[in-house]
């Protein structure tokens, strides 16, 4: 028999019929339809009480998160040692160009320059953040900062 789709059946035994509770008592599920006598859980909406109890005591455990941390993304950070190893003398340093060499991922999220190590090439820094140590160190080697 050819697979059409007025011909696709569902595997008997996969779709469990729900059971009709409140149909009267030669249902077996009359009167208080499986419920119990009377109380809180008797009635409707009044359930799942004290469900949540035993997860609160390990949730009390948990020490709570202090401080506060910014959605905006940080600023990459590169040392002078790095821009020394990846940069030739008289090139110009901008985000980009460090994407392009691989020393940083994002570079819209910008960049800054730390002076850690050394530089004794003669490079321009542009569109590059960078510390005071850092610039007094680029501008000693020969190079500028731009914006």
Do not use: W
């Amino acid at each position: 028999m050819a697979t059409i789709l007025h011909t696709i059946k569902a595997t008997p035994g996969s779709h469990k019929r729900k059971k009709r509770v409140g149909r009267g008592n030669a249902s077996q599920k009359g009167t208080t339809a499986g419920r119990g006598m009377k109380g809180q859980k008797a009635r409707s909406g009044g359930k799942g009480g004290l469900a949540l109890k035993g997860f609160k005591r390990s949730l009390q455990k948990v020490p709570k998160i202090r401080g506060f941390n910014s959605l905006k993304p940080k600023k990459q950070t590169i040392t002078l040692s790095v821009l020394e190893r990846v940069a030739k003398d008289g090139d110009v340093v901008t985000p980009k160009y460090l994407k392009k060499m691989g020393v940083i991922d994002k570079p819209q999220f910008g960049v800054k320059v730390i002076a850690t190590g050394e530089l004794k090439k003669k490079i321009t820094l542009k569109g590059c953040f960078a510390s005071k140590m850092a610039v007094v160190a680029i501008e000693k080697a020969g190079g500028k900062l731009e914006f």
